[in-house]
């Protein structure tokens, strides 16, 4: 059982910077993937980004300004979120793979954290 907590969201103008963080419980973290989700009001949930054994790779919206890493000491992935655009406002979810691999589709991950707000003005 892996439980994740978010942390780091809030209000942010467009064109700011937020990092958010993602610790996990349990001694198996480094052996996870870990992914980030998001899900806007009244849209579907959408992939963010993900780091496991195919490496990282992003959702299409996000490319070239956020960036997932983990330190694997700290049980904690983070995403770091750059020229933060309005449309990325959302709840954003971590969530964890078992198998390490990691995907664009939640339905391969485990669990998730209970999600944090994101919301940036214009």
């Known amino acids: 059982q892996v439980q994740l907590v978010e942390s780091g969201g809030g209000l942010v103008q467009a064109g700011g910077s937020l990092r958010l963080s993602c610790a996990a419980s349990?001694?198996?973290?480094?052996?996870?993937?870990m992914g980030w989700f998001r899900q806007a009001p009244g849209k579907e949930r959408e992939f963010v980004a993900a780091?496991?054994?195919?490496?990282?790779y992003y959702g299409d919206p996000v490319k070239g300004r956020f960036t997932i890493s983990r330190d694997n000491a700290k049980n904690t992935v983070y995403l770091q979120m750059n020229s933060l655009k309005p449309e990325d406002t959302a709840v954003y979810y971590c969530?964890?793979?078992?198998?390490?691999?990691?995907?664009?589709?939640?339905?391969?991950?485990?669990?998730w954290g209970q999600g944090t707000q994101v919301t940036v003005s214009s």
């Open positions: 969530a964890a793979d078992a198998t390490g691999w990691g995907s664009s589709r939640g339905i391969d991950y485990n669990y």
């Open positions: 349990g001694r198996t973290f480094s052996s996870y993937a």
């Open positions: 780091i496991g054994r195919r490496g990282t």
